[in-house]
């Protein structure tokens, strides 16, 4: 059974830095793209980041391009996003998704139950 | 304001079907075969339920069904059943130009 297990929300102050994770199991890790994906409550879902099977292709939504960073440990199959300089606007919850293969262009056919950031004073 | 539109609630008697559209442009929708359908219960992760405008992961209903007509995706549900309530979000591969994906703003459905 695929599983996605997030970690590492919480409540942050403007400006500070906090390092989301995701365990992965129950699939081979290294074969599959994975994403996050987050939702401000009450709202629509937004792609942040996603990085393919071998970390050789990277991408992030403009919106957090230069604060964000997402990495890869296969050995370890766990997934990560820095999250620097963070602003009101990134509360929300984030979710880890795997894509249906290895490349960036894969839809998002798992999903965890996503970990709750709020950014507040 | 999300890249995709869909409307923001739609609704639909037991046995009746319904469709959700999603607008997108030329840079999106129109140009990749690659819109994919979320279903979301309230407090729960998304559920993949269409993908490539049409196609259905193993598991999903064939009550699901996805279309795609110039820069406009639609997902109809026949038959609706009251555990079909929920939200559904529509999205698109944008190219490898950021954003990669965009989404729509999500469609609340409310069976009657």
């Known amino acids: 059974e695929v599983q996605l297990v997030e970690s590492g929300g919480g409540l942050v102050q403007p400006g500070r830095s906090l390092r989301l994770s995701c365990a992965a199991s129950?699939?081979?890790?290294?074969?599959?793209?994975m994403h996050w994906v987050r939702q401000a409550p009450g709202k629509g879902l937004e792609w942040v980041s996603g990085?393919?099977?071998?970390?050789?292709?990277?991408a992030y939504a403009d919106s957090v391009k230069g604060r964000f960073t997402i990495s890869r440990d296969n050995a370890k199959t766990s997934l990560y996003l820095q999250m620097n300089s963070l602003r009101t606007e990134d509360t929300a919850f984030y979710y880890c998704?795997?894509?249906?293969?290895?490349?960036?262009?894969?839809?998002?056919?798992?999903w965890g139950q996503g970990t709750l950031l709020t950014v507040s004073s | 304001q999300s890249a995709l539109t869909q409307p923001a609630s739609v609704s639909g008697s037991l046995g009746q079907s319904i469709t959700i559209s999603c607008t997108g442009t030329?840079?999106?929708?129109?140009?990749?075969?690659?819109v994919s359908w979320y279903q979301q219960h309230p407090g729960k992760a998304p559920k993949f339920m269409i993908f490539?405008?049409?196609k259905r992961p193993s598991g999903v209903s064939n009550r699901f069904s996805g279309s795609k007509s110039g820069n406009t995706a639609s997902l109809t549900i026949s038959g609706l059943q009251a555990e079909d309530e929920a939200d559904y979000h529509c999205?698109?591969?944008?190219?490898?130009?950021?954003?990669?994906?965009?989404f729509g703003g999500g469609t609340k459905l409310t069976v009657l």
């Open positions: 998704a795997r894509g249906t293969k290895g490349e960036l262009i894969r839809p998002f056919e798992y």
């Open positions: 990085i393919s099977w071998n970390s050789d292709s990277i």
């Open positions: 490539e405008v049409s």
């Open positions: 129950g699939f081979t890790f290294d074969d599959y793209a």
């Open positions: 030329s840079s999106d929708v129109g140009n990749y075969n690659l």
């Open positions: 999205c698109s591969y944008a190219g490898s130009s950021t954003p990669n994906w965009v």
